[in-house]
């Protein structure tokens, strides 16, 4: 899936972003891109909360994913990626609020990664490669 729509100052906004089938690389993910500069945080939010077993990704500039293995997600380039996990929300009231009001959400979960962090799609776990705490 890719987010096609939503300003960046309203995305926590019902309805105000708006998703559509992406390129069919990967299933199971949603990738917004120039997120970093344009503060997109939020588009990616409310698709996570929408679709909370789909893995929200926001690419930074100059900054990719390569993907091996079918499941093994390794950071390149010089920006950040963000992932956004909505396994583990616990409330939210985006069934309850109307169109144009803000959203809640209680639980979800980020990742920040950036050049050479990994991130197992089958074990939603993240490695960071410089890491200053010992795993």
């Known amino acids: 899936h890719m987010i096609y729509q939503g300003s960046s100052s309203e995305a926590l906004l019902k309805g105000e ?3 559509t089938s992406g390129l069919g690389f990967i299933d199971g ?11 997109r945080i ?15 990704i926001g690419l930074g ?3 990719g994913l390569l993907i091996t ?6 950071a390149i380039g ?7 996990d909505g396994r583990e929300i616990k409330d939210t009231n985006l ?10 959400i209680n639980h979800l979960v980020t ?3 950036s050049i050479h962090d990994t991130f197992d799609l089958s074990t939603f776990k993240m490695h960071i490669q410089s890491s200053q705490y010992i795993n």
């Open 42 to 56: 939020g588009r990616l939010f409310q698709s996570v909360v929408g679709n909370p077993k789909i893995l929200g």
């Open 17 to 19: 972003v708006k998703i």
């Open 95 to 104: 069934t309850q609020v109307e169109l144009g009001q803000p959203i809640s």
């Open 61 to 63: 500039e100059d900054t």
């Open 69 to 74: 293995n079918n499941n093994l997600m390794t």
């Open 78 to 84: 010089s920006g950040l990626v963000i992932l956004v």
């Open 29 to 39: 993910v949603i990738i917004d891109t120039h997120f970093v500069q344009r503060g």
């Open 111 to 113: 990742h920040v990664l």
